[in-house]
């Protein structure tokens, strides 16, 4: 999925925002406040739903009381271009997906279109921030082989979380002081 355009129709501060002609590779830095957290947010909330009253998450509603949400335009390997939309509605908003050949969809498409990945699997792989990038100086050698290991290649943290569940039932199994059973 490349994303090429943004329209933030009130999410936070930010009201009738557009960003337009967004690159394969796109960083967005600015001073504190500017609002980059806000549009990363804003991405976040559309493709994986708004977050929930009880959720720790910020909410981003808008400030000066315009319509919460907006829509973004990405471009599908398999599917083409596609218009998604999630405005205020149920819990986590109401969210529309226009495909370039005219399929219309709701939750369901867009999560065939997202191949079902999370929000926590998007956020390791395509999407951070600074305090991600601090946590990188802070990893020991294998660690920062796993995580670049997951960075790199798509599902890759289900394999490592697997790892680490294998690993830890064979430590249980094989304790070094435990009794061999032949």
Do not use: C, W
Not at 96 to 108: C, H, I, M, P, W
Not at 155 to 174: C, P
């Amino acid at each position: 999925m490349k994303i090429t355009d943004i329209h933030i129709y009130g999410y936070g501060k930010l009201t009738d925002f557009m960003l337009t002609g967004i690159q394969s590779l796109q960083v967005i830095y600015g001073e504190n406040e500017a609002g980059k957290s806000t549009i990363m947010s804003f991405i976040h909330s559309i493709l994986f739903g708004f977050p929930a009253k009880v959720q720790s998450e910020l909410r981003y509603e808008p400030k000066e009381g315009a319509k919460y949400g907006g829509r973004l335009t990405a471009i599908f390997p398999d599917k083409g271009k596609a218009v998604i939309e999630r405005v205020k509605g149920k819990a986590s908003g109401d969210v529309s997906v226009l495909l370039e050949d005219g399929t219309k969809g709701g939750e369901e498409l867009l999560n065939d279109l997202l191949h079902h990945i999370d929000k926590g699997l998007y956020q390791s792989i395509f999407s951070f921030n600074i305090h991600g990038l601090q946590n990188v100086n802070q990893m020991k050698g294998e660690e920062l082989g796993r995580y670049l290991f997951s960075a790199g290649s798509l599902g890759t943290d289900h394999l490592v979380s697997a790892e680490n569940i294998l690993q830890k039932e064979l430590e249980s199994r094989f304790k070094p002081n435990g009794k061999s059973l032949l």
